[in-house]
Structure formats: structure tokens, C-alpha cells
């Protein structure tokens, strides 16, 4: 592959990164009450002032990396936005109750009041993200300490005992393992130890290990099939729930176990990250008619019973280009590249909205935009940019090392 193509690719993802960058910056900013509006229409207007917390911490983890790790974001709008993201976040997302001080609403009025909590671990991720890299541009320890304790909390919940997330337990409900649920822990894993050295390493060492020993036990069929959702020891669950493939979140996993494979040195679990968790799902996951990831599939092609399995949505399309370039970046095989620019081209023709700025988030099956806001209650300031962000610094070192 041509230095000319790598150069003009990654000038482009520069372009885009810095184009998102100012629409989140522009609209999406609440200067009364603090936090951030998601629910952005086309043209940046707001249309909701519902606040998500997802979202909340998010882009405050998305604006602090932004300044911390790339030059041309050391601005200070951006810097105080994420500060003013982080306020809203700790005055407002903890919905202490008597079982637990720890737990987060989903969603919140525009001026912080509680309207919804959900039974899972989500919300209290997105915080923890938020508050260590906040900690990390602040230099605030009482933030990184705050997010080491919420991450306590979600790990005696998943591992230990689940009934402070409000889920009642039901004679025919079977205990299942969910591929998310263990992707967003490594995920944190990630977070709280890069660079914090030995003690904090040490600290969650065997989590990631436990977190990688689930992934892959989402690897299935004698190898030829990632399912979402599989039982406590493993085995195949039976129904819809078991025949799950979110092919989105297989490509995510695929690179969050490249970058722990890099870290660790284990090449086994790279070969295992790219065959099964990228190159399999981008195998059964694209449209062969009309291009682009379907979003959700049936292992034994029964049609998904989720209403949109088949649309084009904006983040698996992300996850792939991440997953794709990591990939080629650590084996430089070139047909992963050439699978990169698959990815590339199908996004870029599709998702960008040259008019008013930003991506579109949801196509139908064809590749036409079915809903035309740039944010909404799951999408906000996080796949697109991270994606983008991720994507321009690992062609910075692929062109470094072609000088």
C-alpha cells in the first residue's frame, strides 16, 4: 500500500476528527445548568434536554484525551468543557440509595434530577472512564481514588453478587454471560492502569485475565462464530438470546484483546484477536449485496428478531476501522489493510453529513439515512471521535516508521 494513500487517508480522518470535533463543541454545551446536550438534531439544534449519563462521561473522557494526548486540542474551551462535564457528572449521576452508594442514573432532567436507572453496570463505567481521565488533566486525586472505588463496586457486582444493580432474581431466568459486561471491564482495566505504574497494575492484573477468559468463551461452533451471550461456564445458550451475533461489538472486543495482547506480549491471543474477533465477524457480518455491517444476525440464519438487525448503524462501522487498522498496524498483513480501506470507503461515502457537519447515525440496509439527528439517548460524543482519534494516531506511527 502506497505512503500516498496512508498520507491522504490520514489527512482525511485529521479533517473529520477536527470537523466533530467543533459541531460537539458548538452545540452541544449547557452553559445554565452544566453537562452536555446529546439529543442534537441535524443542524446541531437541540430537540431534547434529557441528559444521558452514558453520554455524560463519555464526552468528558473524550474531551480529556482529546487534551491530553494530541496538540492541537490543548485549548482551553476544551479543558473547561470537560471540567464542567465532570461537575454536572459527581453533583448529579449517584442515585445513593441504602443498598448502595454507587449506583447511577441512565438519565437525568437538563438540570440533573433522576428519571431513570437501569439494572446494569453502563452508566457507572462511563463514569469511572470519565473521572480517571478527568483526574489524569487535573491532576485531581480525589477523582482517580472516586473511580478505583466505583470500579470496586462494579467488580464485586459482576463477579460476586448482582442484586444491588435491582434485578430480581426469577426462577426462569438463567445466569448468563454477557460479552459487554466483560469488554467494558477490560475496557476500565485499560483506563485506570495505563501509566500509573506497578502498584496500580498489579491491582487489576488478574481482572483483566478473568476479563479475557470470558471473551473468549464467546468464541463458538468449534470456532466459526462469536455469539453476544453465552452461559456462566461457557456453553451455548439456547433460543434468539443464544443465536445473538452483534457483529459491532465482536470487532470492539477484537481490539480491545489486541491492545491487551500487545501489553502483555501474548501473541497467542493476538493471532486469537484478529482471527476470530475481527476477521470473522467482518466475514459474516457484512453485507454482501449492499455493503456495510449488518447490526445484529442469527447464527443459524433465522431472521434477528430485533426490529433493526438489519440497518447500517454508525458504530460497528467505527469498531471496524479501529479493529482493522490495529490489526494491520501490529502484523502488517496487507490484506488487513486492504479489509481497512473496505471499511473506509463504505463509511466515509455513507456516515458523513458534508452539509451540516458531523455523521449520521442510522441508515437503512441500502446505506440511506433513516434517521437523520446527530445525537440522540446512545449516540453522542464518543464512537465517531474516538474512532477517528484512535485511526489518525496509529497512522501517525505507520508513517513515522515508513520515513
Known amino acids: 500500500m502506497s505512503v500516498m494513500k496512508l498520507e491522504e487517508c490520514r489527512r482525511h480522518i485529521r479533517a473529520q476528527l477536527d470537523s466533530v470535533v467543533d459541531f460537539w463543541l458548538k452545540y452541544s454545551h449547557d452553559t445554565v445548568h452544566g453537562g ?5 438534531g441535524r443542524d446541531g439544534k437541540v430537540y431534547d434536554d434529557m441528559k444521558y449519563v452514558w453520554l455524560q462521561g463519555r464526552q468528558v ?35 445513593s440509595s441504602a443498598s448502595s452508594q454507587w449506583k447511577c442514573a441512565f438519565s437525568l432532567t437538563r438540570d440533573g434530577k433522576a ?44 463477579q460476586v453478587d448482582p442484586s444491588g444493580l435491582g434485578r430480581p432474581k426469577l426462577p426462569g431466568d438463567v445466569p448468563t454471560s454477557n460479552m459487554a459486561v466483560h469488554m467494558m471491564l477490560l475496557c476500565l482495566v485499560q483506563q485506570l492502569t495505563e501509566g500509573r505504574g506497578q502498584e496500580v497494575a498489579q491491582k487489576y492484573r488478574e481482572l483483566g485475565r478473568w476479563c479475557v477468559h470470558q471473551i473468549l468463551q464467546h468464541i463458538q461452533r468449534d470456532g466459526t462464530a462469536i455469539l453476544e451471550k453465552v452461559s456462566v461456564d ?88 479501529i479493529a482493522f487498522l490495529m490489526a494491520y498496524h501490529q502484523t502488517m498483513k496487507p490484506e488487513l489493510l486492504e479489509k481497512f480501506f473496505e471499511v473506509y470507503q463504505y463509511t466515509f461515502s455513507h456516515f458523513p453529513d458534508d452539509k ?38 496509529i497512522l501517525d506511527d505507520l508513517l513515522a516508521n515508513k520515513d
Not at 454482501?288 to 440497518?311: A, I, N, R
Request: aromatic share 16%; net charge negative; hydrophobic share 40%.
Open 356 to 393: 451540516s457537519g458531523e455523521w449520521f447515525g442510522y441508515l437503512t440496509q441500502e446505506g440511506k439515512v433513516a434517521l437523520d439527528f446527530k445525537g440522540g439517548p446512545y449516540k453522542g460524543f464518543f464512537h465517531v471521535p474516538r474512532c477517528l482519534y484512535m485511526c489518525e494516531r
Open 61 to 95: 473522557w473524550m474531551y480529556c484525551r482529546l487534551y491530553r494526548t494530541m496538540d492541537r486540542f490543548q485549548r482551553q474551551e476544551i479543558l473547561e468543557a470537560a471540567k464542567a462535564g465532570g461537575t454536572f457528572l459527581r453533583r448529579f449521576a449517584r442515585v
Open 115 to 158: 428519571v431513570k436507572v437501569q439494572r446494569t453496570i453502563f452508566s457507572e463505567c462511563f463514569y469511572i472512564m470519565a473521572m480517571d481521565e478527568l483526574s489524569r488533566v487535573t491532576g485531581d486525586k480525589d477523582m482517580q481514588m472516586e473511580a478505583e472505588q466505583m470500579m470496586a463496586q462494579l467488580i464485586y457486582w459482576v
Open 234 to 321: 461457557g456453553a451455548e445458550l439456547p433460543g434468539c438470546q443464544g443465536r445473538q451475533q452483534n457483529p459491532g461489538h465482536a470487532l470492539e472486543a477484537g481490539w480491545f484483546l489486541l491492545q491487551y495482547s500487545a501489553e502483555s506480549g501474548d501473541e497467542e491471543l493476538q493471532k486469537a484477536a484478529i482471527s476470530k474477533f475481527v476477521e470473522l465477524p467482518y466475514e459474516y457480518g457484512w453485507d454482501k449485496e449492499h455493503g456495510g455491517l449488518f447490526y445484529f444476525l442469527d447464527v443459524d440464519g433465522h431472521c434477528p428478531t430485533q426490529l433493526e438487525w438489519s440497518m447500517k448503524l454508525w458504530w460497528p462501522h467505527c469498531e471496524a476501522l
Open 36 to 40: 452536555f446536550f446529546s439529543c442534537l
